[in-house]
């Protein structure tokens, strides 16, 4: 796959406020900017994912592989909450921006219970359950 990149409408893009950087995409015929065309690229190649967990007051992205077991991915936070893993609480992404809380997607049933086998999956919004 070739990624054309230009390096001064790149800079130009990336100083823009996330509202116009969406008009200047589009006045260009473009959807993402090259620099996230590429960052997507290579995580395909590389066969990454990319999970979340949220709380109160922070909302992080975690980069794993492909296939990667919850208690595996859940020691990329801390090795302990992989030692005392007992299961994962999953939201797709899809369905915390659709719904917009996790206990709005609790009300509807979205909320899944996973156990030492699920493999994480790109999007997934996780609340790793541990004891240790």
Known sequence: EVIVLAAEAEAQIAELDPPERAEFLADLGLQRSGLDQLVHAAYQLLGLVTFFTAGPKEARAWTV???TPAPKA???IHSDIQRGFIR?????YDDYAALGSEQAVRDAGRLRVEGKDYLIRDGDVVHFRFNV
Do not use: F, M, P, Y
């Open 88 to 92: 994962a609480e999953v939201i797709t």
């Open 74 to 76: 859940a020691g990329e």
């Open 65 to 67: 592989r492909g296939g």
